[in-house]
């Protein structure tokens, strides 16, 4: 922490032009959803904890809304034949019942063992298949509860899981590096590889008599993406996996997040913000005067001009792009800024476009 007031006998500074400063300068701050329904909160404790001040965010959009969470804290769904989407509201997971047993996508933690009774309440078989999506723990974490299944993931997520060594997430069993068909009875599950996207290994699941897809941390129907373009790793990876998510003949799409399940026009919606996005970082890129950071931080910190520079570049395409979007997407006022950030570093470092940090003449 820094104090903003000066050392005696010290030259005054501006103070650095962050990204909360910058959103309040142009009107466009907004606080981050509460973490109280995480901590185990009432929605009522919520709205009032500081954490969650009332009015500091837009109204979710009709779009963005999905089935009501039953108090078992937990809603179980057949989307497809014999194909039942599970969620708690944030996370989601699929699983099919076949005459072999029950093939399982994923197990998020904060289902949990909650998993293994929503499968209880749909059939008596146990978990006989288990597919990793990609490593992240956060949608794999529980992976453990499919104790005596047969494992499967490519081989990178192999790689990594070895190398992060979590207990609750097994090593898998069969390993693959571009295609793989799981048969489970009658019933087939197509895993391909597309190459990276969000992560290394990060596959799409495709259950072709169903016409059903689940691709994770790349689309979120009815929402913007997470911060940072969902934090992937590979960004021209990412920006591609929807147009490949498009070349399947799916009706129903599961992006593995929030409220509910998505279709092929919640994967062209996201197309199009995120085009969005890209023109306005690049026009931001092209346009902003990199001599205006200099009033409001220390001229002799390189670092701090340099990310005066980034965030003053972010937030004129963020601002550009959220007007559009508030009503249509959810989350729009609270992610678009860190997606614009992800996207203008994307373009600089990975395509090029490094306006005024260009070739120098």
Partial sequence: MTSSTPEPGSPARRPLLTRRNLLASTGLAAAGVSAGPLLGWSTAQAAVSPDCPPGTTAPVPPAARGPAIPASGYLVEEIADRVYWLTDGLYQMIFVTTAEGVVAVDAPPTI??????????????????????HHHADHTGAMILYEGARFYAHTEVADLLRQTNDPNRPLPDVTFDRHLTVHAGEDVLDLAYHGPNHSPGNIFINLPAQRVLMLVDVVFPGWVPFAYLAESQNIPGWLEAPAQALRYPFDTYIGGHLTRIGTRDDVIIQQEYVAELRAQAASAIATFNPASVYQSVDPTNPWAIFRAYLDGV???????????WVDRLGGADVYTLPNAYQLVESLRIDYGHLGPFGIHP
Wanted: a positive charge; aromatic letters at 4%; glycine letters at 6%.
């Fill in 314 to 324: 972010a937030g004129q395409a963020a601002s550009a792009v959220i007007p559009n």
């Fill in 112 to 133: 949990g063992k909650t998993i293994l009774r929503a499968i209880a309440t749909v059939t008596n078989s146990r978990v006989t298949h288990a597919i990793y999506s």
